[in-house]
């Protein structure tokens, strides 16, 4: 346990600070005021203290897949789903273990505290995959905070058994519903998925992260219904949107409408830039769209965005290395947030705003919260996304990790 964190720089505030540790938790935030440092005392030396990293998207037991799957010639997603079909039906818990652990050591390497998993579960992948993420949580424990959704990756109609899997997931120890609404073969199918979610979520009193509109068709609707039934649910700041790629190409009279309803159901939305942009406008000859949702419009509307890695090294996405750094730098540039004020909020996407999303209420620099930290040689928030350095420190709960 470290007593002292010394000579730390703190977001927006000028000059140097001592966090004071006591358990697990910040004790005390000071002004620095004293040059020399006591043993075990962590020193800084003038470098970016933050609340560790939240990686809010991530599908654990595909890490590392690429090799085991046959190439993506057309880089979609369909097809990338059709080529995991196949290759899951030979994976075992053991296996899907051993490269859960190696993204998760990677992210924490990088100074992510927290991830949301999605896990695979249905027909095909049964609860195998399932058993080896909830393994790989275990053998990490202590280190890194993992929520793991339920997520019906072959739909949840077209899938038919994917919802009695995903409650004997939930059983397992799952803390999430998760769902792929616009993967249904018709739009009445998908608000029926997304009304099977919701029966499933209130069975548990859990939470909703779904994946939608996963598309740069402006013909998917999804995520409307979603935030429709959570307003008519009482789910308002307990569902989560991911992707939500289609939002970007409505005509601006539809998007605002959506836009708003999502603000006013609360629904928090992840974008995941690199994926994104690697999996949408496969369609597009040129002008290609950048396949993200409209990340600004909804920021400004009040909704809260965070970013996510989704894919490491597998056959939707061959790159991604589990940074936070690099998915706030990608989101940086796909979505033009490019003025120090914008810069800021970038950070928040991997930062506070997963945090609301996972409603934790202790995260932070502040007395009373959890001493989860990583420790930046740079000097500031945009140096920090410019330069992406690896961490010179990360702590979990007031230890190193
Ligand atoms: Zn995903």
Not at 105 to 119: L, M, P, S
Not at 273 to 281: I, K, R, S
Not at 372 to 379: A, G, N
Request: aromatic residues 4%; proline residues 5%.
């Amino acid at each position: 346990m470290i007593p002292r964190i010394r000579r730390a720089r703190l977001r927006g505030q000028d000059g140097l600070h001592v966090l004071e540790l006591k358990d697990d938790r910040i004790a005390t935030v000071t002004p620095e005021r004293d040059a020399s440092l006591a043993d075990g005392e962590l020193d800084a030396a003038g470098g970016l203290v933050l609340p560790s990293f939240i990686d809010l998207h991530l599908h654990l037991d595909l890490a590392y897949s690429l090799d085991l799957v046959p190439p993506n010639r057309s880089g979609t997603l369909v097809e990338a789903i059709g080529l995991y079909a196949a290759a899951k039906e030979n994976f075992t818990p053991a296996s899907v273990c051993e490269r859960a652990v190696r993204a998760i050591e990677d992210e924490i390497a990088f100074g992510t505290g927290a991830i949301r998993n999605h896990v695979d579960v249905g027909q095909t992948a049964g609860l195998r995959l399932c058993e080896g993420v909830l393994a790989a949580r275990e053998k990490t424990k202590g280190r890194i905070d993992i929520q793991i959704v339920t997520f019906p990756q072959d739909g949840v109609i077209r899938d038919a058994g994917a919802i009695d899997r995903m409650r004997e997931a939930m059983r397992m120890g799952c803390d999430l519903v998760g769902g792929i609404a616009h993967y249904e073969r018709t739009p009445t199918d998908s608000q029926r998925q997304i009304e099977l979610l919701f029966d499933l979520a209130e069975e548990f009193d859990a939470d909703i992260d779904c994946h939608i509109d996963e598309t740069d068709s402006p013909e998917s609707r999804c995520v409307e219904y979603l935030a429709a039934e959570t307003i008519k649910r009482g789910w308002q700041g307990r569902v989560t949107a991911s992707h939500v790629c289609a939002l970007a190409s409505y005509e601006p009279v539809h998007a605002a409408k959506v836009v708003a309803l999502l603000a006013e159901a609360h629904v928090h939305v992840v974008t995941n830039p690199g994926v994104n942009l690697h999996l949408q406008g496969r369609f597009d000859t040129y002008p290609k769209r950048r396949g993200l949702t409209r990340v600004r419009q909804l920021m400004t509307a009040g909704v809260n965005v965070s970013a996510g890695q989704d894919c490491i090294k597998d056959p939707f996405y061959p790159f991604g290395t589990g940074q936070m750094l690099e998915v706030a730098h990608l989101l940086a540039h796909a979505d033009h947030l490019s003025s120090a004020s914008q810069i800021e909020q970038v950070m928040d996407a991997i930062t506070v705003n997963p945090a609301r999303a996972m409603r934790r209420t202790d995260y932070g620099i502040e007395p009373g919260c959890r001493a989860d930290l990583v420790v930046l040689p740079v000097e500031n928030v945009h140096e920090a996304i410019r330069l992406r350095p690896r961490p010179t420190a990360v702590l979990k709960a007031g230890r190193h990790v």
